[in-house]
């Protein structure tokens, strides 16, 4: 009888009847999926892109190099990137520029021959390749919460190598960057806090008029 009494019983301030809210778990975030995949070495980069920003333009000017930034217009401003960053598969004709000293008595400012790079579709992501020169990036874009950017995750091909190893292979062949877009039919591919020691390598990707045939 106990028993009964108690199962009975309903404590006070307790409404069973009433349904219980349910608490949904947060989306997720698109960073969270190149997060999964980059080094903390490579994340930690791209989280202080600003600060190479800053550093390189900084140790350039100082240089004596004003001019030289300032005639690169839009490529080498730090605030360029426009929405809808995803580029156009297909042939560019491609440049570099290198922010900050390799070594302590090394240029501040370095300008590099014209070069081709390749973007493809692989999936839903778009890779970009450096088809020339003794070390050629290559690597997978991917989706970031923010809208003026894609996260650029590859390694480094050198000599007469076929092709660059697979991101996280040889840590000392990665390579992380932000690909954004400056202008109509522009972009630029930045790799903050390289492996050589610059403070910013800028990549100028602009689609070549005559596109070879698929």
């Known amino acids: 009888m106990v028993a009964l009494a108690m199962a009975g019983c309903t404590l006070p301030g307790k409404d069973d009847s009433k349904p219980q809210p349910v608490i949904s ?28 920003w800053s550093s390189g333009l900084a140790e350039a000017r ?6 030289d ?20 598969p297909g042939s560019y004709s ?24 390749y973007v493809g579709v692989e999936g839903d992501l778009f890779t970009i390749v450096k088809q020339t020169g003794s070390q050629r990036p290559a690597g997978r874009l991917w989706e970031d919460d923010n809208p003026t950017r894609l996260i650029f995750l590859g390694t480094i091909a050198l000599g007469s190598e076929d092709e660059a190893r697979a991101y996280g292979e040889d840590p000392r062949r ?41």
Do not use: H, Y
């Open 174 to 214: 990665d390579t992380a960057g932000i690909l954004e877009r400056i202008a109509p039919f522009k972009w630029r591919l930045v790799i903050p806090f390289t492996q050589t020691g610059a403070r910013l390598d800028i990549f100028e990707l602009t689609p070549v008029a005559d596109q070879p045939p698929e």
């Open 94 to 117: 491609c440049r570099m520029i290198r922010l900050g000293r390799e070594r302590p008595r090394g240029p501040a400012f370095q300008k590099f021959k014209p070069f081709f790079c």
């Open 25 to 52: 778990a947060p989306p997720p975030l698109k960073a969270d999926i190149w997060q999964n995949i980059a080094s903390s070495e490579d994340a930690n980069r791209i989280r202080r892109v600003g600060t190479a």
């Open 62 to 67: 100082s240089a004596g190099f004003a001019n």
């Open 69 to 88: 930034i300032n005639a690169e217009g839009k490529l080498l401003s730090a605030n360029a990137a426009q929405a809808k960053p995803a580029p156009t």
